[in-house]
């Protein structure tokens, strides 16, 4: 059975998307209202998200290749949030012209807490002047300040600083973006300052490294990460992304024995795109496999999920890593950013014992997490590479998009 989700403005735009690709036949499985949130949320519609099945045997008539490796309209990202994820070279004028609108809404939004917070400051002045208003009462009105908050003379910085502490991003490294604007003048414009952050952001977060074709065939390129992150369809959205819009040759390699699923998964996604897969149990298979693909650009290799904390099975997928000798390989660390932050910096400790990686996200569109890509990020000093938000294949995979982020953890993107 094929399940997919559909996101729209109403109930009959998502039942046309419905019906436009899975057909008459389609079982619509759950329908729910999904309202906005976020600090942008009086400038957002509630949207409609259609969940539908249909049964395999028909969804094979129904659909052809291209359709089961294209995305289904989820407009639930918008076609911004899609295109936010395109190659940074993509991203020019169209992204300059996005962010300066955000921080003025930003800027706009600021002022407006900045005048309540004064207007609430004026009020709590004028109860603790009277003779009726208590300590007690005026304690319980009175905002709570962090002693450490106390330092930031400016209102514009502190309201920034709770934003990000708002989307996840650890605390110390909030202050590491404000220290340098926390004893600017309250006189600067706000835009001023939110440049100012924005763009030390997207410095911290630095420069993304996606995958590149070696050049002496093959380049390995191994996804590896703990159970339930997604690293199958990460990685089929992956190969099939460089195969179908890059044109390489590459083979499919499976060394997830443990699950019984994971095989026949693999297999389907190397039978819609007619490229070889491969099952591999040794190190000596895995470098075999090698040897008989060498003319292919890329040999991707799903590795089974890992516990961080079981020492044998860390010490069988080194042997495995290890066993690709003479070829070009990458690794990619897939972790969900649904999975909470000591977790992931635990996780990812213990891959740093084995080897060199580079971090992937997936599961965006299920948390507003955010801060933790830049968290992982300042924390390991890995390089980033893809972010996943869906189980379409090859649609829902896209470049990290610095932009993109510093304005998610800003609260101006959508």
């Given at each position: 059975m094929i399940i997919k989700k559909y996101n729209a403005k109403t109930k009959e735009e998502a039942m046309l998307m419905v019906k436009d690709e899975l057909g008459p036949d389609a079982i619509v499985m759950n329908i729910k209202t999904i309202s906005p949130k976020g600090l942008f949320s009086i400038f957002k519609k509630s949207r409609v998200e259609v969940t539908a099945a249909i049964d395999d045997s028909i969804s094979e008539k129904k659909l052809d290749t291209n359709k089961v490796l294209t995305v289904s309209k989820n407009e639930e990202h918008g076609s911004d949030f899609i295109k936010g994820f395109a190659s940074s070279t993509n991203y020019s004028d169209d992204?300059?012209?996005?962010?300066?609108?955000?921080?003025?809404?930003?800027?706009?939004?600021?002022?407006?807490?900045?005048?309540?917070?004064?207007?609430?400051?004026?009020?709590?002045?004028?109860?603790?002047?009277?003779?009726?208003?208590?300590?007690?009462?005026?304690?319980?009105?009175?905002?709570?300040?962090?002693?450490?908050?106390?330092?930031?003379?400016?209102?514009?910085?502190?309201?920034?600083?709770?934003?990000?502490?708002?989307?996840?991003?650890?605390?110390?490294?909030?202050?590491?973006?404000?220290?340098?604007?926390?004893?600017?003048?309250?006189?600067?414009?706000?835009?001023?300052?939110?440049?100012?952050?924005?763009?030390?952001?997207?410095?911290?977060?630095?420069?993304?490294?996606?995958?590149?074709?070696?050049?002496?065939?093959?380049?390995?390129?191994?996804?590896?990460?703990?159970?339930?992150?997604?690293?199958?369809?990460?990685?089929?959205?992956?190969?099939?992304?460089?195969?179908?819009?890059?044109?390489?040759?590459i083979a499919m390699v499976s060394v997830d024995t443990y699950r019984i699923a994971a095989i026949d998964q693999i297999k389907t996604y190397a039978n819609i795109l007619s490229v070889p897969m491969e099952v591999v149990y040794t190190p000596e298979e895995m470098m075999n496999v090698v040897e008989k693909h060498k003319d292919c650009d890329y040999?991707?290799?799903?590795?089974?999920?890992?516990?961080?904390?079981?020492?044998?099975?860390?010490?069988?997928?080194?042997?495995?890593?290890?066993?690709?000798?003479?070829?070009?390989?990458?690794?990619?660390?897939?972790?969900?950013?649904?999975?909470?932050?000591?977790?992931?910096?635990?996780?990812?400790?213990?891959?740093?014992?084995?080897?060199?990686?580079?971090l992937i996200f997936t599961k965006l569109d299920e948390t507003r997490g955010w801060g933790n890509i830049l968290n992982l990020k300042l924390d390991t000093g890995k390089d980033l590479s893809y972010v996943t938000w869906g189980q379409n294949v090859p649609d829902d995979i896209g470049e990290v998009n610095p932009q993109i982020i510093a304005k998610k953890l800003l609260g101006g993107a959508n």
């Open positions: 992204a300059k012209n996005a962010i300066e609108e955000k921080i003025n809404n930003i800027a706009l939004l600021l002022e407006e807490q900045m005048r309540l917070k004064e207007e609430q400051e004026k009020k709590l002045s004028a109860m603790a002047a009277s003779k009726e208003f208590s300590k007690e009462l005026y304690e319980k009105e009175a905002p709570i300040v962090k002693e450490e908050e106390k330092t930031i003379d400016n209102k514009v910085v502190e309201l920034v600083k709770e934003q990000l502490l708002d989307n996840e991003v650890l605390e110390n490294h909030a202050d590491g973006i404000i220290r340098e604007f926390a004893s600017e003048s309250g006189n600067v414009p706000i835009d001023n300052i939110l440049s100012k952050v924005y763009q030390k952001i997207v410095l911290k977060l630095g420069e993304i490294k996606p995958l590149q074709a070696s050049e002496s065939k093959p380049k390995i390129v191994f996804f590896v990460g703990n159970t339930g992150v997604g690293k199958t369809t990460t990685m089929a959205k992956l190969a099939s992304k460089v195969m179908l819009e890059e044109k390489k040759k040999i991707f290799v799903d590795t089974a999920g890992r516990s961080h904390r079981n020492e044998e099975q860390k010490r069988d997928l080194k042997e495995i890593v290890d066993s690709v000798k003479d070829y070009e390989k990458e690794i990619y660390l897939v972790v969900s950013a649904t999975v909470k932050y000591n977790d992931l910096k635990s996780i990812s400790k213990t891959y740093d014992d084995m080897f060199s990686y580079k």
